[in-house]
């Protein structure tokens, strides 16, 4: 099965770029999930086998269930270590973004990352890429930025000299984007990669538990709280919302990643084509932050754009909104009656 994703142009500058770089840098948006971890990691583990040695950079926390991730203990966040990674970012010869289509995205670190002398490459599957890169490798039609990863280091001839610590964050990458492979992930070319990545002895079943089975006591009664007191279903128009306070995550001692998946529970409603989740940010005031999952051709990347400040995927979108909670969920009621006619 042919995967190359790259032209000869863009293959031999690649190499070039790796080849003629000291000091790598790989960084990802704000809030990094398991595709921006697992295809950062991913790539690093491929720069190491070229006889490089990246830093991996991120804008801040990631989530609990993926510390086990291997080499995670070598990430610096940037919110804990800024004077460095701003140095860091100063002596760069090559810096690689992942996972991210603008700058703005990387939150507190895009001062760092604009002002850097380093030349970028972008790798990213999100729509309209507007990183000023050298080499832009942007596919949104990918299931996950891992994805890319691995079918550039497929091309690449790299593959076959790595193991399973490049093979456990790509496959995870792959694995938490797609919703454990339910969503954009109809194309035969992922399950020939998923076939490779086999290959490696990697453990996928043990990899979705340490993800999707690794919550503590307090998030699982959250998620029963979410979904007996808080949920909306409108049958109607074949959605549901819900919205959690800051004091609600308080009561239940959240940390970072609780909330994770508790959009798609929902869609286990026969029939719901659209599922809308707004969580309250436990630090900043008036800042709501919005999560939408859908079902076939409902376009909730749209809708995030168009309501939310955001955008994505067709069927997994993401936005925020500066404003209080109770007019937060009057625009998920405006956004739902706008899209009616898609819904029903």
């Not at 992922?190 to 990899?207: A, C, N, S, V």
Request: aromatic residues 10%; charged residues 25%.
């Amino acid at each position: 099965m042919d995967i190359n994703i790259l032209n000869e142009a863009q293959l031999s500058q690649l190499d070039q770029l790796i080849i003629s770089a000291d000091t790598i840098l790989i960084t990802c948006h704000k809030s990094p999930d398991g595709d921006a971890i697992g295809s950062c990691l991913g790539w690093a583990e491929y720069l190491r086998s070229r006889g490089k040695d990246p830093t991996v950079i991120v804008p801040d926390q990631f989530p609990d269930f993926l510390m086990w991730l291997p080499n995670t203990e070598k990430i610096v966040r940037y919110d804990k270590h800024k004077e460095k990674c701003d140095m860091l970012f100063k002596i760069a010869d090559l810096v690689f973004c992942l996972d991210f289509n603008a700058t703005s995205r990387v939150s507190d670190m895009e001062s760092a990352l604009v002002s850097t002398p380093a030349p970028k490459v972008l790798i990213d599957h999100h729509l309209d890429p507007t990183v000023p890169a050298v080499l832009s490798i942007s596919h949104p039609e990918a299931s996950s930025t891992s994805e890319l990863v691995f079918r550039i280091v497929w091309q690449m001839d790299g593959f076959k000299s790595l193991g399973r610590q490049f093979a456990i964050p790509v496959y995870c990458g792959m694995m938490t984007d797609t919703g454990g492979f339910l969503y954009n992930s109809s194309r035969p070319e992922i399950y020939f990669i998923i076939g490779e990545l086999l290959t490696k002895h990697i453990d996928k079943d043990r990899i979705y538990r340490n993800v999707y089975h690794n919550y503590s006591e307090d998030r699982i009664r959250l998620m029963g709280y979410v979904m007996y007191e808080k949920l909306t279903y409108l049958p109607e128009y074949h959605a549901a919302y819900y919205a959690i306070t800051k004091d609600e995550l308080r009561r239940f001692h959240f940390i970072k990643g609780d909330a994770e998946g508790l959009v798609n529970i929902p869609q286990q409603i026969k029939g719901l084509r659209l599922s809308i989740s707004l969580r309250e940010d436990t630090e900043k005031k008036n800042l709501i932050w919005v999560s939408l999952r859908s079902v076939d051709q409902f376009p909730c990347n749209k809708m995030a754009s168009e309501f939310f400040n955001g955008g994505g995927h067709i069927n997994a979108s993401g936005g925020h909104l500066d404003m209080t909670m109770e007019e937060a969920v009057e625009t998920v009621r405006r956004a739902i009656i706008a899209y009616a006619e898609m819904l029903k």
